[in-house]
């Protein structure tokens, strides 16, 4: 697939590599899959909705991860820990979760790209906000889901959220949550189809849908 065109659902592979402990991508290094599919352990979780479940991947500040798929196993998916760049990546049964901003300790903002990717079959929510970040998404499919992004439940931060060329199927929840007073949104060209509570954000957020 090209960068910038527009993908479908790639399916998992039948061999995927079982990751027994979370793979952490060094600060500044750029982890290429090279299109295999990964899946947890059970030592990671079971991908349910236990929220005491490890991550495959554990990205460091300016860490990159492209041209993976993960599996069956979703347990916590993938952690950021500073800024990131994510693209080509299809997470064909996302677990508790498939991709955290997490407090980086250093407490900036991060800066999180994820381009050219889709995820199915999330019994909750796919992209969850725990610290403060200026997230981008862009050219990314979601089918089957609970929330498209969620910032930390009941959490004031510094989020912005630039969204762009998104489809979304079957929503049960919501497509952005968040309790953040001053969350700003901003999208372009997004499709929604039987998505629930399209943003479900405060009166006060600011909230640009184009
Ligand atoms: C839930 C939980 C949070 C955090 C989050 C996550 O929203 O309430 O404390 O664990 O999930 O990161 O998965
Ligand atoms: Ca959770
Ligand atoms: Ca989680």
Same mark, same amino acid.
């Given at each position: 697939?090209?960068?910038? +065109?527009?993908?479908?659902?790639?399916?998992? !592979?039948?061999?995927?590599?079982?990751?027994?402990?979370? =793979?952490?991508? *060094?600060?500044?290094?750029?982890?290429?899959? #090279?299109? +295999?599919?990964?899946?947890?352990?059970?030592?990671?979780?079971d991908?349910?909705? /236990?929220? !005491?479940? $490890?991550?495959?991947?554990?990205?460091?500040?300016?860490?990159?991860? #492209? &041209?993976?798929?993960?599996?069956?196993?979703?347990?916590?998916?993938?952690?950021?820990?500073?800024?990131a760049?994510?693209?080509?990546?299809?997470?064909?049964?996302?677990?508790?979760?498939? =991709?955290?901003?997490?407090? %980086?300790?250093?407490?900036?903002? !991060?800066?999180?790209? =994820?381009?050219? /990717?889709?995820?199915?079959?999330?019994s909750? *929510?796919?992209?969850?906000?725990?610290?403060?970040? @200026?997230?981008?998404?862009d %050219?990314? $499919?979601? $089918?089957?889901?609970?929330?498209?992004?969620?910032?930390?439940?009941?959490?004031?931060?510094?989020?912005?959220?630039?969204?762009?060329? =998104?489809?979304? +199927?079957?929503? *049960?929840?919501?497509?952005? *949550? @968040?309790?953040?007073?001053?969350? %700003?949104?901003?999208?372009?060209?997004? !499709?929604?189809?039987?998505?629930? &509570?399209?943003?479900?954000?405060?009166?006060?957020?600011?909230? $640009?849908?184009?």
């Open positions: 697939v090209g960068a910038g +065109q527009a993908v479908d659902f790639p399916g998992a !592979s039948a061999n995927p590599t079982v990751v027994h402990d979370t =793979i952490t991508v *060094k600060a500044g290094q750029v982890f290429d899959g #090279k299109g +295999q599919t990964f899946t947890a352990g059970s030592e990671l979780g991908g349910g909705q /236990s929220e !005491s479940q $490890k991550p495959l991947f554990k990205l460091e500040d300016g860490a990159s991860l #492209k &041209n993976v798929t993960i599996g069956n196993n979703g347990a916590d998916g993938i952690h950021l820990y500073g800024d760049k994510i693209d080509n990546l299809h997470v064909t049964n996302v677990g508790e979760d498939a =991709i955290t901003v997490k407090p %980086n300790g250093a407490g900036k903002k !991060s800066h999180v790209e =994820i381009t050219n /990717s889709t995820f199915q079959n999330a909750d *929510k796919i992209l969850q906000l725990n610290a403060d970040t @200026s997230l981008t998404v %050219n990314v $499919k979601a $089918k089957d889901f609970g929330t498209f992004v969620r910032t930390n439940g009941g959490q004031q931060g510094n989020w912005d959220l630039n969204l762009s060329h =998104i489809s979304a +199927q079957n929503g *049960k929840f919501s497509f952005v *949550k @968040s309790d953040s007073e001053g969350l %700003n949104v901003n999208t372009q060209d997004i !499709s929604l189809d039987n998505v629930q &509570n399209h943003y479900k954000v405060p009166a006060s957020a600011n909230l $640009k849908v184009a």
